[in-house]
């Protein structure tokens, strides 16, 4: 059995590699604090890019994705960039939620799964 971690930390790895499958940490947009949430989805979306990539994969191996939003009212601005993203036809089984988040700065967050 083996187990890969990408970027780890004390707390955390962003990413782990196991029976090739690829388990993201819920991502948020470090390089665009604040910013809308257009923008923030944005970053999100090619930091999962970049770890897909560091994982030996990308998104159209989606396998899920869990969504979590601040607010409701930011389920359309959110999806119009994920729905510009995705993969079609590689579509992943997916929820979206409303949940507060660690620093108020941040307003979306995104934890996938994919298969290497």
């Known amino acids: 059995m083996s187990i890969k971690r990408l970027q780890a930390g004390p707390?955390?790895?962003q990413a782990v590699i196991h029976n090739n499958t690829v388990y993201l940490a819920g991502q948020v947009a470090i390089d665009a604090p604040g910013k809308s949430v257009t923008e923030q989805t944005k970053n999100i979306?090619?930091?999962i890019d970049a770890l897909l990539a560091e994982a030996g994969t990308d998104k159209t191996k989606l396998l899920s994705a869990t969504i979590w939003l601040t607010?409701?009212?930011f389920f359309n601005e959110m999806n119009?960039?994920?729905d510009a993203w995705v993969a079609?036809?590689?579509?992943?089984a997916?929820?979206?939620?409303e949940s507060n988040l660690a620093t108020p700065?941040?307003?979306?967050?995104?934890?996938?799964?994919?298969?290497v």
């Open 105 to 115: 700065d941040f307003w979306v967050e995104i934890g996938i799964v994919a298969a």
């Open 45 to 47: 979306l090619d930091r």
């Open 11 to 13: 707390r955390m790895s």
């Open 88 to 92: 079609q036809g590689n579509t992943p």
């Open 80 to 82: 119009a960039v994920w």
């Open 94 to 97: 997916r929820a979206c939620v």
């Open 71 to 73: 607010d409701m009212r």
